[in-house]
């Protein structure tokens, strides 16, 4: 069976194998819909994610005077007309930047393949560039790989039409069939793989639409003039007080310091059963589409605690969203439409029992249940949009998950409560949201009360710290501490990535790791599958972007996960207080390209050499003997190579300087003639072809307002190589190396120098927020730092 849902309504369809790729009218708006060709749901592993985070300006950086004359005369000349350049179907994967940056910069590999053969070619289903149809319209569409460059916000509106809103997700999906089509009679592996890098793309871009149908669904919604449920319980933030909104978690566990966990992962759904909240518990189910066949794990007994086999009726249409688990491992609950009825419905089930506890109506006829979760261990919360007939109204709802018994109901605003950006706190008795005006929306689960509105700007801004004053503050995370004491929100602004901590007990925010760059661009290479920010579950720090392990005390990275090789997505880790829980086999491909097949997924845990990390601590805070320490003299040296445009002088300055606020930020002292230098070796070639599309009236044919012009614009990739050297010794003692292809651009003048521009200013940003060690002993028994930890593969 195929699940898929309405593109203007989002109404959830099963159909049978044979529809795929036929046209079907929806039952509910009447809009008519493709269904999914098998091809689609192999694409659905690699992005789970909705593709709506805000776009980031380019990093603010000091300037030479040439430089700065060179900007002014360039802006003098430019016009308004916002230009975008997108590439269509093009995902850079780990192994062929690897090999891609081999090229560049020749090492002992005589089989390495020329960089300007790699950069060169254009996958597509038969060679051909991507159509205008796939440009994104702003950088919110970008996937985890994505190199993002300063993107402005897109507030176009969408028209109420849904033939209107449709018709570009329609010639998306079109061309997600000649793909599909394609991917049936092609046999070489390298078309396959290039194939389906460009269905990647395209999907990228049907959710970055779906996303915005989702934004003009509230939009109506405002547009109706519904009101808010108004309670007497709804306190005003500028005169109430802080109450307490601590909520400690429900289980605690003991976890073992010797683990053996070994969990067959073959035939097994990539959709995880996590909790919202840490959890010993975790569920997995198999592929069976015809039943929701699922067992429960006692992560921290290693022992199965429970198995469920839900049959699934052929009258339903299973909701998209995953089975719910309840933290304490013992409730499973999920969504449906009855087909006769367009009724949505909720069930619950007791894993102890394997017997199903209840099921409910959980609005009227062709309401839609937009999102659902457990809270605590009693209670059902769920989102829902229903019709009426000025447009829609947003409803939050709680049922008690044994008896299905409604308890509340309250309706909000449409701008209140995100779908995308919400929590649940471990306890279950809060929920905070995080809207797109920067502001944080606390909820009183058992009343559906909005306890406080937070200003996140205003809140920041009191901490008094520097970077608590910048006007502009992109989403990147959120998430409880494991004890429910803290809210975490990580945020990207104008030339930075930090992390604030909010205590829940007095309201207060405090500073937790600011690092200068993009930390979100230097960590994407591959990109990763789960959540960007999380507590590592004793509270003594985060892990970043699945990369990067911040020590909360410290406010420094202690150790770093290296991405297993050739992986096109990295998959999720999962924490636990002793280790890390990590897939096996996640490569698709090897080194020269080749499936790899007969794998045997396991699901293992990886210890944190903690002993060895604290030694190294030690050595490093006691400025120990060491060849790289704290506070240490070291120089810089910039090579460049080839370049598209540009002076070779001004470059290397611009390098230079970049490097040395990013070594300072390390507490090192740049210096000339040191023994100890940080070598920059970087070039540019020919990058990804973009099609243009120009920006203008939105229309009832085109929502966004974007028009093709039939022309191509050649970008420019840049390789960098990074490399500590000791020139006493001439040996190298670390180095890291990668690629920046942008897939698109958003540009003033469409021209192939200031695309090189744009890249070279989001090469600059993200060089800030590399990894690059800052301790590296003379001992050999000590390691350096931060410490790279090594995942199975």
Same mark, same amino acid.
């Given at each position: 069976?195929?699940? =898929?849902?309405?593109?203007?309504? =989002?109404?959830?369809?099963?159909?049978?194998?044979?529809?795929?790729?036929?046209?079907?009218?929806?039952?509910?708006?009447?809009?008519?819909?493709?269904?999914?060709?098998?091809?689609?749901?192999?694409?659905? !592993?690699?992005?789970?994610?909705?593709?709506?985070?805000?776009?980031?300006?380019? @990093?603010?950086?000091?300037?030479?005077?040439?430089?700065?004359?060179?900007?002014?005369?360039?802006?003098?000349?430019?016009?308004?007309?916002?230009?975008?350049?997108?590439?269509?179907? =093009?995902?850079?994967?780990?192994?062929?930047?690897?090999?891609?940056?081999?090229?560049?910069? /020749?090492?002992?590999?005589?089989?390495?393949?020329?960089?300007?053969?790699?950069? +060169?070619?254009? #996958?597509?289903?038969?060679?051909?560039?991507? #159509?205008?149809?796939?440009?994104?319209?702003?950088?919110?569409?970008?996937? %985890?790989?994505?190199?993002?460059?300063?993107?402005?916000?897109?507030?176009?509106?969408? %028209?109420?039409?849904?033939?209107?809103?449709?018709?570009?997700?329609?010639?998306?999906?079109?061309?997600?069939?000649?793909?599909?089509?394609?991917?049936?009679?092609?046999?070489?592996?390298?078309?396959? +793989?290039?194939?389906?890098?460009?269905?990647?793309?395209?999907?990228?871009?049907?959710?970055?639409?779906?996303?915005?149908?989702?934004?003009?669904?509230?939009?109506?919604?405002?547009?109706?003039?519904?009101?808010?449920?108004?309670?007497?319980?709804? /306190?005003?933030?500028?005169?109430?007080?802080?109450?307490?909104?601590?909520?400690?978690?429900?289980?605690?566990? $003991?976890?073992?310091?010797?683990?053996?966990?070994?969990?067959?992962?073959?035939?097994?759904?990539?959709?995880?059963?996590? #909790?919202?909240?840490?959890?010993?518990?975790?569920?997995?189910?198999?592929?069976?589409?015809?039943?929701?066949?699922?067992?429960?794990?006692?992560?921290?007994?290693?022992?199965?605690?429970?198995?469920?086999?839900?049959?699934?009726?052929?009258?339903?249409?299973?909701?998209?969203?995953?089975?719910?688990?309840?933290?304490?491992?013992?409730?499973?609950?999920?969504?449906?439409?009855?087909?006769?009825?367009?009724?949505?419905?909720?069930?619950?089930?007791?894993?102890?029992?394997?017997?199903?506890?209840?099921?409910?109506?959980?609005? /009227?006829?062709?309401?839609?249940?937009?999102?659902?979760?457990?809270?605590?261990?009693?209670?059902?919360?769920?989102?829902?949009?229903?019709?009426?007939?000025?447009?829609?109204?947003?409803?939050?709802?709680?049922?008690?998950?044994?008896?299905?018994? &409604?308890?509340? +109901?309250?309706?909000?605003?449409?701008?209140?409560?995100?779908?995308?950006?919400?929590?649940?706190?471990?306890?279950?008795?809060? &929920?905070?949201?995080?809207?797109?005006?920067?502001?944080?929306?606390?909820?009183?689960?058992?009343?559906?009360?909005?306890? @406080?509105?937070?200003?996140?700007?205003?809140?920041?801004?009191?901490?008094?710290?520097?970077?608590?004053?910048?006007?502009?503050?992109?989403?990147?995370?959120?998430?409880?501490?494991?004890?429910?004491?803290?809210?975490?929100?990580?945020?990207?602004?104008?030339?930075?990535?930090?992390?604030?901590?909010?205590?829940?007990?007095?309201?207060?925010?405090?500073?937790?790791?600011?690092?200068?760059?993009?930390?979100?661009?230097?960590? @994407?290479?591959?990109?990763?599958?789960?959540?960007?920010?999380?507590? =590592?579950? !004793?509270?003594?720090?985060?892990?970043?972007?699945?990369?990067?392990?911040? $020590?909360?005390?410290?406010?420094?990275?202690?150790?770093?996960?290296?991405?297993? #090789?050739?992986?096109?997505?990295?998959?999720?880790?999962?924490?636990?207080?002793?280790?890390?829980?990590?897939?096996?086999?996640?490569?698709?491909?090897?080194?020269?390209?080749?499936?790899?097949?007969?794998?045997?997924?396991?699901?293992?845990?990886?210890?944190?050499?903690?002993?060895?990390?604290?030694?190294?601590?030690?050595?490093?805070?006691?400025?120990?003997?060491?060849?790289?320490?704290?506070?240490?003299?070291?120089?810089?040296?910039?090579?460049?190579?080839?370049?598209?445009?540009?002076?070779?002088?001004?470059?290397?300055?611009?390098?230079?300087?970049?490097?040395?606020?990013?070594?300072?930020?390390?507490?090192?002292?740049?210096?000339?003639?040191?023994?100890?230098?940080?070598?920059?070796?970087?070039?540019?070639?020919?990058?990804?072809?973009?099609?243009?599309?120009?920006?203008?009236?939105?229309?009832?044919?085109?929502?966004?307002?974007?028009?093709?012009?039939?022309?191509? &614009?050649?970008?420019?990739?840049?390789?960098?190589?990074?490399?500590?050297?000791?020139?006493?010794?001439?040996?190298?003692?670390?180095?890291?190396?990668?690629?920046?292809? /942008?897939?698109?651009?958003?540009?003033?003048?469409?021209?192939?120098?200031?695309?090189?521009?744009?890249?070279?200013?989001?090469?600059?940003?993200?060089?800030?927020?590399?990894?690059?060690?800052?301790?590296? %002993?003379?001992?050999?028994?000590?390691?350096?730092?931060?410490?790279?930890?090594?995942?199975?593969?």
């Amino acid at each position: 069976m195929i699940n =898929f849902e309405c593109e203007s309504c =989002f109404q959830e369809y099963k159909v049978r194998d044979e529809r795929a790729g036929q046209t079907l009218k929806c039952k509910s708006c009447g809009s008519k819909m493709r269904v999914p060709d098998g091809n689609d749901d192999l694409l659905e !592993d690699f992005y789970e994610e909705d593709f709506e985070s805000p776009v980031r300006p380019t @990093r603010k950086k000091k300037t030479s005077a040439r430089t700065s004359k060179k900007k002014k005369s360039a802006e003098s000349g430019s016009n308004l007309v916002g230009i975008i350049a997108g590439v269509g179907a =093009f995902v850079v994967a780990f192994f062929i930047s690897y090999t891609v940056v081999k090229g560049l910069f /020749p090492g002992n590999d005589k089989q390495d393949q020329p960089a300007d053969a790699v950069a +060169e070619q254009q #996958p597509g289903a038969a060679g051909e560039e991507a #159509p205008a149809e796939t440009v994104a319209s702003n950088a919110t569409a970008t996937s %985890p790989q994505t190199s993002t460059v300063d993107a402005p916000v897109d507030t176009t509106p969408i %028209p109420a039409d849904p033939q209107a809103r449709t018709e570009e997700l329609n010639r998306l999906r079109k061309q997600m069939t000649a793909y599909s089509e394609t991917m049936k009679t092609t046999t070489e592996a390298s078309e396959r +793989e290039a194939i389906v890098e460009k269905m990647k793309t395209t999907l990228a871009r049907i959710k970055l639409i779906t996303g915005k149908q989702k934004e003009e669904v509230a939009a109506v919604q405002k547009k109706s003039g519904s009101k808010p449920e108004k309670t007497a319980s709804t /306190p005003k933030q500028a005169n109430h007080p802080w109450s307490s909104l601590v909520d400690p978690p429900l289980v605690v566990a $003991d976890w073992s310091d010797t683990p053996k966990l070994s969990i067959d992962l073959r035939n097994i759904d990539s959709h995880r059963l996590i #909790p919202n909240s840490f959890s010993p518990f975790m569920g997995f189910r198999d592929r069976n589409r015809n039943f929701f066949n699922v067992e429960i794990w006692n992560l921290a007994t290693e022992k199965k605690t429970g198995q469920l086999s839900i049959p699934l009726d052929k009258g339903w249409r299973i909701l998209s969203e995953r089975i719910k688990l309840s933290t304490d491992g013992k409730t499973m609950l999920f969504g449906y439409v009855i087909r006769d009825s367009k009724t949505p419905k909720m069930e619950s089930w007791s894993v102890e029992t394997g017997q199903k506890l209840a099921d409910w109506e959980v609005g /009227p006829v062709d309401s839609i249940l937009s999102k659902y979760e457990i809270c605590g261990s009693d209670l059902a919360f769920a989102k829902m949009l229903s019709k009426e007939a000025s447009g829609f109204k947003t409803m939050l709802k709680v049922w008690n998950i044994t008896s299905g018994e &409604l308890i509340k +109901e309250r309706e909000v605003k449409y701008n209140e409560f995100s779908d995308l950006y919400f929590r649940i706190s471990p306890g279950g008795n809060y &929920l905070i949201s995080y809207d797109s005006s920067n502001k944080l929306h606390i909820y009183d689960l058992r009343t559906l009360d909005l306890l @406080r509105e937070v200003d996140v700007k205003q809140l920041l801004s009191a901490t008094g710290s520097e970077y608590g004053k910048d006007p502009y503050y992109i989403y990147n995370g959120m998430n409880f501490s494991a004890d429910g004491k803290e809210l975490g929100l990580l945020l990207m602004s104008s030339d930075s990535t930090t992390l604030w901590t909010l205590d829940l007990a007095n309201g207060q925010a405090a500073l937790g790791y600011h690092v200068t760059g993009n930390l979100s661009e230097a960590t @994407r290479d591959p990109g990763y599958s789960g959540e960007d920010m999380v507590w =590592f579950p !004793d509270g003594r720090g985060w892990l970043l972007y699945g990369a990067w392990f911040i $020590d909360r005390k410290l406010q420094q990275v202690l150790w770093t996960l290296k991405p297993v #090789p050739y992986v096109i997505i990295r998959s999720e880790i999962y924490l636990t207080p002793r280790y890390l829980l990590a897939e096996t086999a996640t490569a698709l491909r090897d080194a020269k390209g080749r499936a790899l097949l007969n794998r045997k997924p396991k699901l293992v845990p990886v210890k944190i050499p903690e002993q060895k990390i604290a030694d190294s601590l030690a050595a490093y805070q006691s400025q120990s003997d060491s060849t790289l320490g704290v506070g240490q003299e070291v120089s810089i040296d910039v090579s460049v190579g080839n370049l598209k445009f540009g002076d070779q002088d001004e470059v290397k300055s611009v390098l230079a300087e970049v490097m040395q606020q990013r070594l300072e930020s390390d507490t090192f002292k740049v210096a000339p003639d040191q023994p100890v230098v940080l070598k920059i070796e970087y070039q540019e070639q020919d990058g990804n072809k973009l099609q243009m599309t120009k920006r203008g009236r939105p229309g009832s044919g085109n929502p966004l307002g974007q028009t093709p012009t039939g022309e191509t &614009l050649q970008a420019t990739a840049a390789a960098f190589k990074l490399s500590w050297v000791d020139t006493t010794s001439k040996r190298t003692l670390w180095s890291t190396q990668a690629l920046v292809n /942008p897939r698109f651009l958003i540009l003033r003048n469409a021209t192939a120098e200031e695309a090189r521009t744009k890249m070279f200013e989001g090469l600059q940003n993200r060089l800030m927020a590399e990894s690059i060690p800052y301790f590296i %002993p003379r001992d050999k028994k000590l390691s350096s730092l931060p410490l790279e930890i090594d995942l199975p593969d």
